[in-house]
């Protein structure tokens, strides 16, 4: 059966397109009687609104663009669950892109996205170096475009985040009050911010605590699993090895486990793992992992919150919000039992 419009429905009542319209939409000068009929009708020829020419009146589609590097990723799948809840709340939807971690293919979402005419753009931006001139282009489309986790900096309406550096110097002094003083890192790219000021972040505490900083001890990749596993093999080469090694995400983290194992290893007797992630996950491997615990969820809610904020024409907002973020204790490095922390 193909799909019906207002129109037949208006043919076979013998009443104007508009009466159903406003039949379908509620309105109060439309009697209850015609309304039933009209709902009646259109349930029994299994009407389907046409959701564009809805948004032709308000001029808006009612509709959000979202792209992310890595559906797979539990991080960014809890992230657009926020961002869905929040927009299901206002009566928007959410249309899902995923970069792949590639810059073309985050290029030709985001001319799909504005040629769908979305209302919207939240985006987490790929590994690769990004495609600044698309962005321009949703710049002066006038279309709000909100950055979250990642973000090209100057290139968008506001960014949702954490502090990258300070949580990463938080969980690097953590490591250090626990004991350990051979700390290696597996870096995200340093074509992204947040891979840049985690690297930032771990220097800044090996610095003030007087610790050397060995080049051979770091490791740049991308923010997979597979990175993890080939910044492992980069960093365990040397003579001397690092005790721990702090990683740039889960992902990450889960590789080096990958790899830890496969060359006989044990987490944490022959080296420590603490990353960046998130409680739900850091329960998942074995042993359990130390993090620096970053809400996703949290955080795909606010950027949402914040977009409709921007669509809604609202004043005196913040655009660029920061959510907390804590170390959660886990099983994968040694913790001193008069050290004084809780594991979580």
């Given at each position: 059966m193909p799909i019906i419009n207002q129109s037949e429905i208006a043919r076979k009542l013998k009443v104007s397109r508009a009466t159903v319209s406003k039949a379908l939409k509620g309105d109060s000068d439309i009697s209850d009687d015609m309304k039933q009929r009209v709902h009646d009708l259109a349930e029994k020829l299994n009407y389907i609104p046409h959701y564009h020419a809805r948004g032709l009146h308000s001029r808006k589609s009612m509709t959000i663009g979202v792209v992310v590097p890595d559906i797979s990723n539990s991080f960014f799948s809890y992230a657009v669950d926020g961002i869905m809840d929040a927009a299901d709340r206002s009566g928007y939807h959410?249309?899902?892109?995923?970069?792949?971690?590639?810059?073309?293919?985050?290029?030709?979402?985001?001319?799909?996205?504005?040629?769908?005419?979305?209302?919207?753009?939240?985006?987490?931006?790929?590994?690769?170096?990004?495609?600044?001139?698309?962005?321009?282009?949703?710049?002066?489309?006038?279309?709000?475009?909100?950055?979250?986790?990642?973000?090209?900096?100057?290139?968008?309406?506001?960014?949702?985040?954490?502090?990258?550096?300070?949580?990463?110097?938080?969980?690097?002094?953590?490591?250090?009050?626990?004991?350990?003083?051979?700390?290696?890192?597996?870096?995200?790219?340093?074509?992204?911010?947040?891979?840049?000021?985690?690297?930032?972040?771990?220097?800044?505490?090996?610095?003030?605590?007087?610790?050397?900083?060995?080049?051979?001890?770091?490791?740049?990749?991308?923010f997979e699993r597979k990175d993890g596993i080939a910044g492992f093999g980069k960093v365990w080469t040397g003579r001397e090895k690092p005790e721990v090694l702090f990683a740039a995400n889960d992902q990450i983290a889960l590789g080096a486990y990958d790899a830890i194992r496969e060359r006989g290893l044990k987490i944490p007797e022959d080296v420590g793992i603490v990353a960046f992630g998130h409680h739900d996950f850091a329960q998942i491997p074995s042993p359990s992992m130390t993090i620096i615990n970053v809400d996703p969820y949290l955080l795909g809610l606010e950027a949402m919150e914040m977009m409709l904020k921007f669509i809604r024409g609202e004043k005196g907002f913040k655009t660029t919000v920061r959510i907390d973020s804590e170390i959660e204790i886990g099983e994968s490095i040694r913790v001193p039992e008069n050290g004084g922390f809780r594991r979580i």
């Open positions: 959410v249309i899902l892109a995923v970069s792949r971690e590639k810059s073309e293919i985050e290029r030709k979402n985001i001319l799909n996205l504005l040629s769908m005419r979305v209302d919207g753009l939240l985006i987490a931006v790929s590994k690769e170096t990004p495609d600044a001139a698309i962005y321009h282009k949703v710049k002066i489309s006038d279309v709000p475009l909100i950055f979250f986790d990642r973000i090209l900096e100057e290139q968008g309406s506001g960014f949702v985040g954490i502090d990258d550096r300070g949580a990463a110097k938080k969980l690097v002094d953590f490591v250090i009050r626990c004991g350990y003083r051979k700390i290696g890192h597996l870096a995200g790219s340093s074509h992204v911010r947040i891979g840049r000021d985690r690297l930032e972040g771990y220097l800044d505490s090996l610095k003030d605590h007087g610790l050397p900083i060995r080049k051979e001890w770091i490791a740049e990749g991308g």
